[in-house]
């Protein structure tokens, strides 16, 4: 029996990561924050521990020895600029603990689940070997992406193997507060347009499936760019209003309207101090282009993932029996 330890195990990817590992007969040790729910964790027959990734001493006790994989999956996606120091002490500093705690503890093989947002804001398509602008893009969470997988790499020169995970869009079941709201809102009339924007989407259980393959056959040091299927904004909405038969119209919104918006939200949480409903970073997203080369991730991980209808209607169905409609 392959054995494996997994952190951000009660996150979106995390809860799809283990369900794979659990189901090909993996025995999995799973790492959760003290005090975090673990009621989708606690469905699955493996090994929860609680622990912190910033607490180096206590993450290499929890860490068994001689470990087949270990899945380092939990980072901080906020994109809030009040949060910057926090999510650069758990993604850049918290990966560097992982990768140091996976030599200490002789694991055999770390795959780090990085982001498409390590190779900064493209207008264009880019792969694996287009330089990044996450430094100077003006989004913390795309620098801080980049600068844990520097770490990473750092580490493999000392001998460390490690392959990095790069998804773009991601949409599938066990989703809360992702793609999930877009379903949500389109469901309740909440949606103010389509926004528009360009992404690349891959189904959650196809990006679990390349982490596997990064463990069992992908490159020392190298990164895989998951891309998937290119859609609009308004062709995802479009998909969603399909599948959930929702009756509602499909209108536009545009760039300058989400502009407003922008400021509107930004000077409000000046205010308030609440996290602004539109962020820098999230206009961005919905105003711009995600368009990654996949190829090498086809090539040797043999990635590959379903439709937009196919992973909307998974993360749909899951929404309803889990009574979050």
Not at 126 to 146: Q, V
Not at 221 to 236: D, P, T
Not at 257 to 274: H, Q, R, T, V, W
Request: aromatic share 8%.
């Amino acid at each position: 029996m392959r054995n494996a330890f997994v952190t951000g195990a009660t996150g979106f990817l995390g809860l799809n990561l283990i369900e794979l590992l659990v189901s090909e007969g993996w025995d999995v040790v799973a790492l959760h924050l003290p005090g975090e729910n673990i009621r989708y964790l606690s469905r699955f027959d493996v090994t929860p521990v609680a622990g912190d990734i910033l607490d180096f001493p206590k993450l290499v006790n929890v860490i068994p020895k001689g470990l087949d994989a270990i899945f380092h999956l939990a980072g901080d996606t906020t994109t809030w600029h009040r949060f910057a120091t926090r999510q650069y002490n758990v993604n850049v500093i918290g990966t560097a603990n992982v990768c140091r705690a996976a030599m200490k503890r002789g694991a055999g093989r770390l795959v780090v689940t990085s982001s498409s947002s390590a190779y900064g804001c493209h207008e264009d398509r880019f792969s694996e070997s287009t330089p990044t602008n996450a430094l100077t893009c003006g989004i913390n969470y795309h620098k801080t992406k980049y600068l844990a997988e520097q770490e990473a790499k750092r580490l493999v020169k000392e001998g460390l193997d490690a392959v990095i995970i790069n998804p773009c869009n991601i949409i599938g079941p066990y989703d809360t507060v992702n793609w999930s709201q877009l379903i949500i809102n389109v469901v309740r009339n909440e949606l103010p347009g389509a926004p528009p924007g360009v992404g690349t989407f891959a189904h959650v259980k196809d990006v679990a499936r390349a982490h596997v393959a990064a463990a069992e056959k992908g490159r020392k040091g190298e990164n895989y760019l998951l891309g998937g299927v290119e859609a609009s904004f308004r062709e995802v909405i479009s998909e969603i209003i399909t599948v959930t038969g929702a009756d509602i119209p499909l209108k536009d919104i545009s760039r300058f309207k989400l502009k407003i918006a922008l400021y509107a939200s930004s000077i409000k949480a000046i205010f308030d101090g609440k996290e602004p409903l539109l962020t820098y970073p999230k206009y961005v997203r919905l105003v711009g282009r995600l368009s990654c080369d996949n190829s090498k991730a086809v090539r040797e991980l043999g990635f590959s993932t379903t439709s937009i209808r196919e992973m909307v209607s998974d993360c749909y169905e899951w929404l309803k029996r889990e009574g979050l409609l």
